[in-house]
């Protein structure tokens, strides 16, 4: 199994300041028959089903605001909220699709 | 649009058999993945298994002894069984699309999920 564990648990940011949420592979998620990297990043409100934001580690998803970018390669990956809006409090997983599916735990993303 | 409903008890008794149905509507079924993932209260996601519109299936190694998933096209449904609860499958289950038609994709549309309790 790839493990993916998130960091931080959880922070706090004051409005319109970035975010950034990291993310490691306990391998590689990059195939090397076709160089793509099998991240995605997904924002879940309570209530809500996960919203699908980010993937192929860095491709934004349609309709997604631009304040939000994927990057990395390999096994690092960070998900970065460049100016936090009220509304993008959630809980924000990181889940590799190169072996099966496999989630990180999650990093809670609040105002301060 | 594409749009997916699970439905099911809400509630299960221990030992017994967890079922749950996924309707998809606004598309087909044919040409994709279809997911069931789950997330016990306070934990993160955890994905259970697939099954391909063709009926080829793959489960979550933690939890295969367990799960059986199944498709009817003619209802565009796909279904989840999960048999031998304990109170450790509590959790709300969500079903979810494969964003293309490969086995390796994120998942692009999900269920509203439906929140089962193993209880006695």
């Known amino acids: 199994d790839i493990v993916m564990t998130q960091s931080p648990e959880s922070l706090a940011v004051s409005l319109g300041e970035r975010a950034t949420i990291n993310c490691k592979s306990s391998?590689?998620?990059?195939?090397?028959?076709?160089?793509?990297?099998?991240l995605t990043w997904y924002q879940h409100k309570p209530g809500q089903p996960p919203k699908l934001l980010i993937y192929?580690?860095?491709t934004r998803e349609f309709g997604v605001p631009d304040r939000f970018s994927g990057s990395g390669s390999g096994t690092d990956f960070t998900l970065t909220i460049s100016s936090l809006q009220a509304e993008d409090v959630a809980v924000y997983y990181c889940?590799?699709?190169?072996?099966?599916?496999?989630f990180g735990q999650g990093t809670k993303v609040e105002i301060k | 649009q594409v749009q997916l409903q699970e439905s099911g008890p809400g509630m299960v008794k221990p030992s017994e058999t967890l079922s749950l149905t996924c309707t998809v509507s606004?598309?087909?079924?044919?040409?994709?993945?279809w997911s069931w993932i789950r997330q016990p209260p306070g934990k993160g996601l955890e994905w259970i298994g697939y099954?391909?519109?063709?009926?080829?299936?793959n489960y979550n190694p933690s939890l295969k002894s367990r799960v059986t998933m199944s498709l009817d096209a003619s209802k565009n449904q796909f279904s989840l069984n999960l048999t031998s609860v304990t109170a450790a499958d509590t959790a709300a289950y969500y079903c979810?699309?494969?964003?293309?038609?490969?086995?390796?994709?994120?998942?692009?549309?999900w269920g509203q999920g439906t929140l089962v309790t193993v209880s006695s």
């Open positions: 606004g598309g087909s079924i044919s040409g994709y993945y």
């Open positions: 099954i391909y519109y063709s009926g080829n299936t």
């Open positions: 979810a699309r494969s964003k293309t038609s490969s086995s390796r994709s994120p998942f692009e549309y």
């Open positions: 889940q590799q699709y190169y072996s099966l599916w496999t």
């Open positions: 192929w580690a860095s």
């Open positions: 391998q590689s998620v990059l195939s090397s028959s076709n160089n793509k990297t099998y």
